[in-house]
């Protein structure tokens, strides 16, 4: 039985709809008065396993729709396929579901897989352990160079060993109360299930996890959890965990299942019949243009924090290929979900090209203060304790240091703005490790954070043994990505989504350590699940020939985006726009927003765009290795995707996680969320606009049912 | 800071390159040395130049992308530090630098600094992996690993891969990395099974794909990775078990 695929059908029909036929627009802003209208206008027929809803209560669930005159509305509400009953023991029963291909008719089917981070890398590994035949693009000159190598802290895993009273539905509670009830509850139970073979997996492939002296796998604790579930190596739990996948993959390309091509940037995808079929990548090297076509295509291409600018992302990562997918039909969810690292190094001078993360562990040691008086210009040393705050464990004495990031920036943010901050700009906080080192000696403080330490000195001249370290907050993560339904389809048929790519598990806020699990889960543990049940359905068809006119549109279109963006011939270089751009998303829609801040950030993103494709310079040719061309692809993108976060943290009228508009808010100045009206997915979809400038996106709502986690405020005092 | 800067240039890998000179006045000492090509570049494409290709990508050390050889050190002055996290405040206003791609044979020069090292990657597909497919491993619990044995193996498989030990040589031989890789494998129970059949043929393509060790240690001067010395012996000592084992593959 697979009832569950009805998804790719009613896409294509919206996107037919949207080359000729006009939208549906509505009129009234009161959420309440469209009620007839999306009656008599829902479709024919879904045939959906979970029933659609109608009527007062369907609306009701998608939302107001506030923000007419930026955006459009679609009328039904979006059908996530998720199994309905209990969430415990829905993955187990989809995967019983699923279809299956006999071992010897996988060879016949051929899937490109686009990254090769832990997503991507799992993934591609893992569907040619099963005999697939996969073809694995990345832009790195390397497979393991991809950005999970950076994540420093650890990888949660509801391995519930411990008598610290940890189990599976306390991962899942902790992971979507963090996320602020806008996550997925039933992909956090997969999450949570399938946590536990992640770790049993990069162990046996050689990831070195911490030992505890008996020969045990070692945990540590997280922000927003008060059991002890991460599992580590050092501060560089990704790059272990990234280099055991690379040579996972590595093994797959010897044995001749897995084609990798390194260097190869995808710059958009083939979409014939509704369906996705394949890719056109540009070769960095040469400049070749090449397409490669497939029975489905993956993307596991990382999150789009870099639009920040100054992130702790690596400077190459990008949201092209979610970007260019995006436009020829995905659905981007919750793109403004962006989660600010409270620790991240403060920006110090105008070339610095990113804030350096250092690892969320350090706030296990670690006390962040401020000083009590505002401007107080001594040395962190000659403050004493009585003159310090301690904001932290002050406004949130069970959780102190390890509060969930969200809160921990806001709270930084908070003091900054007040005149506590500290350092020559005034734009930080302290982490002192005074009190563990005087606790447990300089060699334990060594031991755990060593390199972070260093780190930390080479890029300030500091040294955090003897003062404490400044961190602020800096954008780090996108809890948003491609939507896609439970099985990792997204609104296009046959392309799927895994990683900090995809959107499911972190809701509004992602907790410590589950990025790295998340990737891992869909890489190795639900995609080589859930590929399979779509390819099943298309044995014996063959993947595109390489002169289908789908894939030769597909190619003219990237080559005369590549001419066009070289032939503008302007005076800058394309970093001047993406570190403009930063500035404009930091200060209209960074740790806090407002509405008057996001229509301001809207007009100053399209005055940037339209400079851009004016004023943009790019020396030299397409027909080799052309760094600033490939940035300006990049920042034309992110000069499109920036808006629609704007625009989504513009029509989301409520604060949750990380998204925090300053008119929602408590006494307190917490996030202050709306449930009656919010507690839906947006799941927006594009449309052509006019010359550089995208259409108003539509919005798409998947409600979200929590039934194992009721609802809840968030409270960490 | 004003810095003098010469820079290596080339079109691709079958045209002769050059040093170029250029000027940066307005450095900082807390510049990183990709940022001081940031801004070098953005000097030479708002004067209408092609700017200098480089190989830059996490900017804090650890995915192994960058690789510039400055004054004839791979990476740069300070010792075992990646060129991501060399700061310009280890050169003094004023002061020269020579800046050129990471230089073996093993390593072409694709344009300018950026070098192609695929030849590593053609080593770990000869063998370094543990051949485990996904969901068939035993709980990791079950399998007690010594604390020391544990951090032991990560003092090995701390390699970023970035190749500088191979620029560093003067044989341009890759020890360090592939012994980096045998010794982080065999040190942990999980490697055991494969450990004569992965040193067979890390071994042989790390012998076909770079040149040989002379023990000149120079590798371990740069490697920002901090890889012990040892590793380059595991090479040679592996080798040799290997092929007492004759056909085993453990």
Redesign the interface.
Same mark, same amino acid.
């Given at each position: 039985m697979n009832t569950f695929r009805t998804i790719g059908s009613r896409i294509r029909s919206v996107v037919g709809s949207s080359e000729g036929v006009p939208r549906p627009q509505q009129d009234s802003p009161d959420p309440a008065a469209p009620q007839e209208e999306a009656a008599t206008s829902a479709p024919e027929s879904t045939g959906n396993a979970k029933k659609p809803l109608s009527g007062p209560a369907a609306l009701k669930r998608q939302g107001p729709k506030g923000t007419q005159g930026f955006v459009t509305y679609a009328d039904e509400p979006l059908n996530g396929n998720v199994p309905t009953g209990d969430p415990l023991t829905a993955w187990s029963r989809r995967k019983l579901d699923y279809k299956l291909v006999s071992p010897l008719n996988r060879r016949k089917f051929k899937v490109i897989v686009v990254g090769t981070g832990l997503a991507g890398a799992?993934c591609a590994?893992?569907l040619g352990?099963l005999g697939y035949n996969v073809v694995s693009y990345t832009f790195?000159?390397?497979?393991?160079?991809a950005?999970s190598?950076?994540a420093q802290g650890g990888i949660n895993s509801a391995?519930a060993?411990k008598v610290d009273n940890d189990s599976l539905e306390r991962f899942v509670k902790d992971t979507v109360k963090g996320g602020d009830f806008r996550a997925r509850e039933a992909d956090c139970f997969r999450l949570g299930e399938e946590s536990v073979?992640v770790?049993?997996?990069m162990? =046996?492939?050689? =990831?070195?996890?911490?030992?505890?002296?008996?020969?045990?796998?070692r945990t540590r604790s997280f922000g927003g959890v008060q059991v002890s579930r991460t599992y580590y190596?050092?501060g !560089?739990t990704? !790059?272990?965990l990234q280099?055991a996948a =690379?040579?996972?993959l !590595?093994?797959q390309?010897?044995l001749g299942t897995v084609d990798l091509r #390194?260097h190869r940037e995808v710059l958009d995808l083939v979409v014939d019949d509704g369906r996705a079929k394949g890719v056109v990548v540009r070769d960095l090297?040469t400049g070749e243009i090449e397409a490669e076509t497939a029975h489905a295509v993956v993307l596991c291409t990382g999150g789009y924090g870099n639009v920040y600018f100054r992130s702790t992302l690596?400077?190459?990562s990008n949201v092209t290929a979610a970007w260019r997918a995006h436009r020829r039909g995905a659905y981007f969810a919750s793109p403004s979900y962006i989660q600010f690292h409270p620790t991240a190094l403060p920006v110090?001078?105008h070339? !610095?090209?990113?804030t350096?993360?250092m690892s969320e562990s350090l706030r296990n040691d670690g006390r962040i203060w401020v000083p009590k008086a505002p401007g107080d210009d001594r040395p962190a040393n000659q403050i004493p304790e009585e003159e310090r705050d301690y904001y932290l464990e002050r406004k949130y004495p069970s959780y102190g240091n390890l509060s969930p990031r969200d809160i921990s920036s806001r709270a930084a943010r908070e003091q900054i703005e007040a005149g506590h901050g500290v350092g020559p700009l005034r734009n930080s906080v302290y982490l002192d490790f005074r009190d563990a080192i005087g606790r447990l000696g300089k060699k334990t403080i060594e031991e755990r954070y060593g390199n972070l330490f260093e780190?930390y000195f080479?890029? #300030?001249?500091e040294d955090p043994y003897t003062e404490p370290m400044r961190i602020a907050p800096g954008a780090h993560f996108a809890m948003g990505g491609l939507w896609s339904d439970y099985d990792m389809m997204t609104s296009i048929e046959g392309l799927f989504v895994g990683g900090e790519a995809g959107w499911g598990y972190h809701g509004a806020n992602r907790l410590g350590a589950n990025s790295l699990l998340s990737a891992c889960v869909d890489g190795?543990?639900t995609l080589?699940y859930s590929v399979p049940n779509f390819l099943a359905n298309h044995l014996g068809e063959a993947p595109l020939p390489a002169d289908h006119p789908a894939v030769e549109r597909t190619v003219a279109e990237v080559r005369e985006r590549t001419d066009r963006l070289l032939s503008i011939g302007g005076?800058?270089?394309a970093?001047?726009f993406h570190r403009a751009l930063g500035d404009v998303l930091y200060s209209g829609c960074g740790v806090a927003r407002t509405e008057a801040g996001l229509k301001n950030a809207l007009k100053e993103i399209r005055a940037l765009r339209e400079e851009f494709w004016r004023d943009l310079?790019i020396?030299?040719s397409g027909r080799?290795?052309?760094?600033?061309l490939e940035r300006a692809g990049r920042i034309a993108d992110y000069l499109e995707m920036a808006e629609l976060m704007c625009l989504d943290a513009l029509d989301r009228d409520e604060s949750c996680g990380a998204h925090f508009r300053e008119e929602h808010q408590t006494p307190d100045g917490e996030a202050l969320r709306d449930d009656d009206d919010w507690c839906f997915v947006s799941a927006w979809e594009h449309t052509p606009g006019k010359g550089a400038h995208p259409g108003k996106p539509v919005r798409h709502a998947e409600p979200l049912d929590f039934q194992a986690v009721p609802l809840q405020t968030r409270n960490y005092a | 800071m004003k810095l003098t800067i010469e820079v290596w240039r080339q079109?691709?890998t079958t045209t002769k390159g050059r040093f170029v000179t250029y000027q940066v006045d307005d450095a900082?000492?807390?510049? +990183?040395l990709?940022?001081l090509l /940031?801004?070098l570049?953005?000097q030479?494409?708002?004067a209408?130049?092609?700017?200098i290709?480089? /190989?830059?990508?996490?900017?804090?050390?650890?995915?192994?992308?960058c690789g510039i050889t400055v004054n004839g050190v791979p990476h740069g002055k300070v010792p075992n530090?990646p060129t991501c996290?060399q700061?310009l405040?280890s050169y003094d206003d004023g002061e020269h630098l020579k800046l050129e791609p990471f230089r073996a044979a093993s390593f072409p020069v694709?344009?300018d600094l950026?070098v192609?090292? +695929?030849a590593?990657?053609r080593v770990? @597909?000869?063998?370094?992996?543990? +051949?485990?497919?996904?969901?068939? @491993?035993?709980? @990791?619990?079950t399998?007690?690993?010594?604390?020391k044995? @544990?951090e032991q193996?990560?003092d090995f +498989?701390?390699?970023?891969?970035c190749g500088a030990c191979i620029a560093a040589c003067p044989n341009g031989a890759a020890h360090l990395f592939a012994g980096a890789l045998l010794s982080?494998?065999s040190t942990?129970p999980?490697?055991k099974p494969e450990r004569s059949k992965r040193a067979r043929g890390v071994v042989a393509t790390t012998e076909e794909e770079f040149g040989p060790c002379s023990v000149y240690a120079e590798c371990v001067e740069v490697c920002p990775a901090g890889i012990p010395i040892s590793a380059i012996s595991a090479v040679n000592r592996e080798a040799a078990r290997a092929a007492i084992r004759r056909n085993k593959d453990n």
């Open positions: 799992g590994a893992a352990e790195h000159d390397a497979a393991r160079r950005h190598v950076a391995r060993k073979r770790i049993d997996h162990d =046996a492939i050689g =990831a070195p996890f911490a030992r505890e002296y008996g020969g045990e796998l190596t050092r !560089q990704g !790059q272990q280099v =690379a040579r996972a !590595q093994r390309v010897g #390194t090297y690596a400077h190459n110090s001078s070339w !610095q090209s990113k350096t993360l780190m080479d890029a #300030t001249g190795w543990f080589p005076t800058k270089g970093d001047h310079r020396p030299g080799e290795l052309n760094q600033e | 079109e691709d900082t000492p807390e510049m +990183s990709p940022e /940031d801004r570049n953005d030479l494409v708002t209408g130049e092609e700017p290709a480089f /190989d830059t990508d996490c900017r804090e050390g650890i995915c192994g992308t530090t996290r700061n405040r694709v344009r950026v192609d090292r +695929s590593l990657d770990i @597909a000869s063998g370094g992996y543990v +051949s485990v497919d996904a969901g068939t @491993a035993p709980d @990791a619990d399998r007690q690993i010594p604390f044995v @544990a193996a990560l +498989s701390a390699c970023i891969g982080h494998m942990l999980q490697g």
